[in-house]
């Protein structure tokens, strides 16, 4: 896919952050050459998914222009967004891509009336004029099942945290954008209304035209709304292709473990538990070879010396040794049985 048939296309993208340990300093590779693009004529929602700590948010925070890429190229309708200036960002980019957060509460003041905001944003990116705005507004609610009339007047803790995430979406809408980048946008939400607001994108997706970027460690909900699926380890992008292949037959044994269990800390865990496992993080961001090597059943020597490149077995990326027709060990596994899927050949991804 060329930049100019893209919406968004990012290229070899990297984001390198400085650590400190004690006097020491060491480099953190947040977000590690990730490379995917959405296309400009296709709507669709690619659900970015993976553990704590594994870039998501850092590459949603690229994505959105809060953080500068460290490398590689990042495009958004055949624009290179490093090289806008400070107007363009504010007038044309805001407008086109907006943001959903974690927590709808925060995105609001708790002194201020929630209509407000709608009114601000779509005077301020003239989707609306002052004889036009309270239908625009109006729409833009109704889209996910609310209306004017029922939020104008009241303040934020006088709404439900389902109310409120539909009118934080609802608020995006109102400059008639392209993208939608919601970063966890249901992980505050009871069981009950995360289907809700993910029925919400879909629509959108369906009937607006808006594509999603849904970043989330929700697999069941990823499964439900993503056309697409990107798995991320440690900064990389292990594995991406339709979400029926990746959770339903995923190639990666890192994909294969998030699908059966996400690992999160427990509560209980001691504080030297936690020293430790933050620093087996670090390390795990900053290792030679493949990222999953020490906790990969499937791990051949290769692993631990040399970074996996990416392959496309049947029709989807994977960044894994075990798909490399040229490694004979990798062969012995698929050969045995060990891996799930024997792949056919496999080319290099562009």
């Given at each position: 896919m060329t930049t100019s048939e893209a919406l968004l296309k990012l290229e070899q993208l990297s984001r390198v952050f400085t650590v400190r340990r004690g006097l020491a300093t060491s480099r953190f590779v947040a977000v590690d050459d990730v490379t995917l693009a959405i296309a400009a004529d296709r709507p669709e929602i690619l659900a970015v998914v993976g553990e704590s700590g594994s870039g998501k948010t850092t590459l949603a925070r690229m994505i959105l222009g809060q953080v500068v890429p460290s490398a590689g190229h990042l495009h958004f309708k055949g624009r290179d967004m490093t090289r806008l200036s400070a107007r363009e960002r504010r007038i044309w980019f805001m407008k086109e891509v907006q943001p959903i957060f974690q927590d709808p509460f925060a995105a609001f003041s708790p002194l201020k009336k929630i209509e407000s905001y709608l009114y601000e944003t779509a005077l301020n990116f003239g989707t609306a004029t002052r004889a036009t705005v309270d239908a625009h507004i109006d729409q833009a609610l109704h889209t996910v099942g609310l209306s004017l009339k029922e939020i104008k007047g009241r303040y934020p803790n006088e709404l439900s945290g389902g109310q409120m995430q539909r009118t934080a979406i609802a608020r995006a809408?109102?400059?008639?954008?392209?993208?939608?980048?919601?970063?966890?946008?249901?992980?505050?939400?009871?069981?009950?209304?995360?289907?809700?607001?993910?029925?919400?994108?879909?629509?959108?997706?369906?009937?607006?035209?808006?594509?999603?970027?849904?970043?989330?460690?929700?697999?069941?909900?990823?499964?439900?709304?993503?056309?697409?699926?990107?798995?991320?380890?440690?900064?990389?992008?292990?594995?991406?292709?339709?979400?029926?292949?990746?959770?339903?037959?995923?190639?990666?044994?890192?994909?294969?473990?998030?699908?059966?269990?996400?690992?999160?800390?427990?509560?209980?865990?001691?504080?030297?538990?936690?020293?430790?496992?933050?620093?087996?993080?670090?390390?795990?961001?900053?290792?030679?070879?493949?990222?999953?090597?020490?906790?990969?059943?499937?791990?051949?020597?290769?692993?631990?010396?040399?970074?996996?490149?990416?392959?496309?077995?049947?029709?989807?990326?994977?960044?894994?040794?075990?798909?490399?027709?040229?490694?004979?060990?990798?062969?012995?596994?698929?050969?045995?049985?060990?891996?799930?899927?024997?792949?056919?050949?496999?080319?290099?991804?562009?």
């Open positions: 809408l109102t400059t008639n954008p392209s993208l939608l980048v919601a970063d966890e946008p249901v992980s505050m939400l009871d069981a009950s209304l995360r289907m809700a607001i993910v029925n919400s994108f879909r629509d959108l997706k369906q009937q607006q035209g808006v594509s999603v970027i849904y970043i989330t460690h929700d697999l069941a909900t990823a499964y439900y709304a993503a056309d697409r699926i990107a798995v991320m380890l440690r900064g990389w992008v292990v594995e991406l292709g339709p979400a029926e292949q990746v959770l339903g037959n995923p190639l990666h044994p890192y994909t294969q473990i998030l699908k059966s269990s996400v690992p999160e800390p427990d509560p209980r865990m001691r504080w030297t538990e936690k020293v430790a496992l933050a620093r087996q993080e670090l390390d795990e961001f900053s290792a030679t070879g493949c990222k999953f090597a020490t906790r990969c059943p499937f791990a051949m020597d290769v692993c631990s010396r040399v970074a996996p490149t990416n392959l496309v077995p049947d029709g989807r990326m994977v960044k894994c040794h075990l798909y490399d027709p040229a490694i004979p060990a990798a062969q012995k596994h698929r050969a045995g049985g060990a891996i799930p899927l024997t792949p056919v050949a496999s080319t290099k991804a562009s």
